[in-house]
């Protein structure tokens, strides 16, 4: 049998935990800063966990999810 291959754009999208969830970036943070609160800055910066229902469509994409990046 071929190896499963990484998906490698979701590869650098998507962070394993140690107890392993899935951790991504929030959307809106690349630009346009100034009008934005910096509450609402803060709490776009930080990190969150993915959905339970995107968890086994990113899963099928990171076959070697085992092991934290």
């Not at 899935?22 to 609402?40: D, T």
């Not at 803060?42 to 086994?56: D, E, G, L, M, P």
């Amino acid at each position: 049998m071929p190896k499963m291959k990484t998906h490698k754009s979701a590869a650098k999208r998507y962070k394993v935990t140690a107890t392993g969830k899935i951790v991504r970036r929030q959307a809106g943070i690349g630009h346009l800063l100034q009008h934005k609160s910096e509450s609402r800055k803060r709490r776009i910066f930080a990190n969150v966990t993915i959905s339970a229902s995107h968890v086994k469509l990113i899963s099928k994409e990171l076959p070697y999810k085992k092991y934290a990046r």
